[in-house]
């Protein structure tokens, strides 16, 4: 290769690797810091890390967003999945499409690593958890109605029922909730229960515990069934809402679910499980 010819194709190198160092620059300046206060349910809340805005999208960081639908997190080689209210929502670090039980949603923003940590789209998230998200002139602050989070427990009852964080969760347990979640019914595995929805039209719908009842020697649980926000927008794709929890099977060892809505088994017209397993 002749000199010329080698300077040439240097000139170029250098041109683009200058180009490719310039645009996390760009990206980097683009990001402000925004608020560390939301309204959640009416009461202020304060966030472990402030919010991040880019060109308008709020962001916040995953572990903040997870206490606040009361979600469980499981990180997944670079997949980042937020298990809340059924539903499993999960992110992949810039890029624009975000997975919503498996199925691919495009969006404006995705989600982001900043100083080590990740950060997701916040409107966005919330309202595909049936969240409602608004913008309080008055007070600058961003206001969250949540329908997600546990109610408090009658009788004392609280410690009993769990929701676990899916990642804290055996391999065994792991495998059991991946076989059952998408076969309607109560699954038992040991102390777990996977709550199943079955087949839904669009990710509006969920399961929610409503409340708790103790009676002798049984506990009794209520789940309510969301159904999708008619002044909302949903992707038609198919979703599988689940829900975990966990019961002390010494203290309980009989459990009962029901429609928080009719007072009946819960998934009464569905077929016993066959994956009651321990």
């Not at 990206?27 to 880019?54: C, D, M, R, Y």
């Not at 998408?182 to 969920?206: E, F, T, W």
Request: hydrophobic letters at 40%.
């Amino acid at each position: 290769m002749s000199k010329k010819v080698q300077k040439k194709a240097i000139a170029v190198c250098i041109g683009v690797a200058l180009l490719t160092s310039a645009i996390p620059a760009m990206a980097e300046g683009q990001i402000k810091v925004g608020s560390s206060q939301l309204v959640v349910n009416e009461k202020e809340t304060s966030l472990a890390t402030p919010l991040l805005v880019i060109q308008d999208h709020n962001l916040i960081a995953l572990d903040d967003i997870a206490k606040v639908v009361n979600g469980q997190i499981t990180n997944k080689t670079g997949k980042y999945e937020l298990a809340a209210n059924g539903k499993v929502i999960t992110f992949q670090v810039n890029q624009s499409k975000i997975m919503i039980d498996g199925k691919e949603v495009p969006v404006k923003q995705g989600a982001i690593i900043h100083n080590e940590k990740v950060y997701v789209p916040l409107r966005w998230t919330l309202e595909q958890l049936n969240n409602t998200v608004s913008w309080d002139a008055k007070t600058s602050m961003i206001s969250i109605d949540s329908n997600n989070t546990l109610k408090p427990q009658p009788n004392g009852v609280g410690n009993e029922l769990q929701l676990p964080d899916l990642s804290s969760l055996s391999t065994e347990e792991q495998e059991f909730i991946a076989k059952v979640k998408k076969d309607s019914g109560v699954h038992k595995l040991n102390n777990m229960y996977v709550l199943a929805h079955g087949d839904a039209p669009n990710p509006g719908y969920g399961l929610e515990i409503f409340k708790t009842d103790v009676s002798t020697g049984g506990l009794t649980v209520y789940v309510k069934q969301t159904t999708p926000d008619p002044n909302k927008m949903y992707p038609m794709v198919i979703s599988h809402p689940f829900l975990v929890v966990k019961v002390d099977s010494a203290k309980y060892p009989a459990v009962n679910f029901l429609d928080a809505e009719t007072g009946k088994p819960l998934f009464e017209k569905t077929e016993t499980s066959k994956y009651n397993l321990k």
